[in-house]
């Protein structure tokens, strides 16, 4: 199975979402994964255009970050994890600007990604009755999450320990 990873975290390679990641891959190494740390990928928010991707004659985004280069790796996979923090009762902004950034690739990727199943793992304390209407507006059929927070496993997040919980 081919799995592609998108830790949302703007802590990548420290955080619990990173780590949640690096679990995954270590307890099932049957699979092929792709790890995607989104925010060091320097996406950008929309809007600083003239929005052709919504007002034609093309339909093309002239922006040249990386969020179609991601959105390209939805091709190939069978299933799409989301590791995404949520701050002040809502993920966090990196997933917000990729999910913006998904209208400029209607044409190209968006049957793709569409098709893929999709599993989110938010880190939240707060917000949770937020999330499954974040999770059902997202495009296709095959989705779900769990939320895991720090305050439940009496670790501390920002520490990036939650993986370290003890029972």
Do not use: W
Request: contains cysteine.
């Amino acid at each position: 199975m081919k799995i592609l990873l998108l830790d949302f975290s703007p802590k990548a390679m420290e955080g619990n979402c990173a780590s949640m990641a690096q679990f995954l891959m270590k307890a099932y190494p049957m699979h092929t994964y792709t790890l995607v740390h989104v925010a060091k990928e320097g996406i950008e928010p929309c809007g600083q255009c003239q929005y052709r991707c919504l007002v034609g004659p093309d339909y093309a985004c002239e922006c040249p970050d990386a969020s179609r280069g991601i959105y390209g790796l939805t091709k190939d996979v069978d299933l799409i994890y989301y590791f995404i923090p949520v701050f002040s009762d809502y993920p966090c902004a990196y997933y917000f600007m990729f999910r913006e950034r998904g209208q400029s690739v209607v044409n190209d990727h968006m049957a793709s990604y569409s098709q893929a199943k999709k599993r989110f793992i938010f880190v939240a304390n707060t917000g949770k009755e937020n999330l499954e209407k974040i999770v059902m507006s997202e495009p296709g059929q095959d989705k779900s999450y769990i939320v895991m927070s720090t305050q439940d496993y009496k670790t501390k997040g920002v520490l990036g320990d939650l993986m370290q919980y003890a029972a």
